[in-house]
């Protein structure tokens, strides 16, 4: 099994920035992606960015140029750098960790943007 512990979320106002973290645990391959999905409220999960292990990224539309993935690979850890933040960025973002066909979510962090 692989644990998903994440950290960072909170509320920002609009045009701030925050930093999530995601730390993976437990039986993990060299070999996988992890990245970041989040669901609005009423809205179905979206892929917001995710990072292979060799560091190739993949951005939703909607955040190209605002956020940046990043992991380290020694730490098992991946981080969102979230910049210029919106009213339609408020949501729950959940870290995944994708490898040899097994899939596993963190618990979820609440963004929430409000002046």
């Known amino acids: 099994q692989v644990q998903l512990v994440e950290s960072g979320g909170g509320l920002v106002q609009p045009g701030g920035s925050l930093r999530l973290s995601c730390a993976a645990s437990g039986s993990i391959f060299s070999i996988y992606v992890m990245g970041w999905y989040r669901q609005a409220p009423g809205k179905q999960r979206e892929l917001v960015a995710h990072?292979?292990?060799?560091?190739?990224?993949n951005y939703g539309d909607s955040v190209k140029g605002r956020f940046t993935i990043s992991r380290d690979n020694a730490k098992n850890t991946v981080y969102l750098q979230m910049n210029t933040l919106n009213f339609a960025d408020t949501a729950v973002y959940y870290c995944?960790?994708?490898?040899?066909?097994?899939?596993?979510w963190g618990q979820g962090t609440q963004v929430t943007v409000a002046s």
């Open positions: 990072i292979s292990s060799g560091g190739n990224t």
């Open positions: 995944n960790l994708a490898s040899f066909g097994r899939s596993f």
